[in-house]
């Protein structure tokens, strides 16, 4: 009898790596983030979708995370297994919690900020943030791909 040996455990993809928080550190974040997912094969969707998560959480652990001196840490892990995909920035600034805008809020189409939130929650699944060791903070987003795309 040839039968074909369960999988048990699906490699997950797992990169992290800490930038300097400046603009420079945000773009590299976003064309690592792109490399990486491209490197495990995720789909192009996936990769887009990722990319501009990726992006907008960098930039805010830039502008709104920034301890001088400090990192921020980009981490990703993709389970293959269910088409999942978390993404992880943790920055050194716990006490400035991210805060989206009210859901009823009209945008206002002159206003250059705030809309990343409203973005990263249109293109994830659901996100988060939690308290990352001593004084920081992480923003989390999963994002997964439709099952037959």
């Known amino acids: 009898m040839n039968h074909a040996t369960p999988q048990v455990g699906a490699p997950v993809g797992t990169f992290t790596q ?7 550190g945000a773009r590299l974040a976003r064309l690592l983030a792109v490399t990486e997912l491209r490197s495990w094969g995720a789909s192009q969707d996936l990769t887009e979708r ?3 998560v990726v992006a907008e959480l960098a930039a805010n652990a830039v502008l709104h995370g920034r301890v001088p001196g400090r990192c921020f840490r980009l981490t990703l892990v993709l389970d293959p297994t ?8 943790s920055d050194a600034r716990g006490d400035l919690p991210p805060r989206p805008l009210p859901a009823n809020t009209e945008p206002d189409p002159l206003q250059t900020g705030g809309h990343g939130l409203a973005l990263v929650a249109a293109l994830a699944d659901h996100w988060d943030m939690t308290p990352y060791p001593a004084s920081g903070k992480t923003v989390r987003a999963v994002l997964s791909t439709p099952p037959g795309t």
Not at 19 to 24: A, E, F, G, H, K
């Open 82 to 89: 269910v088409s999942r995909l978390r993404i992880e920035v």
């Open 50 to 52: 990722a990319e501009l």
């Open 18 to 24: 800490l930038l300097s928080s400046t603009r420079r």
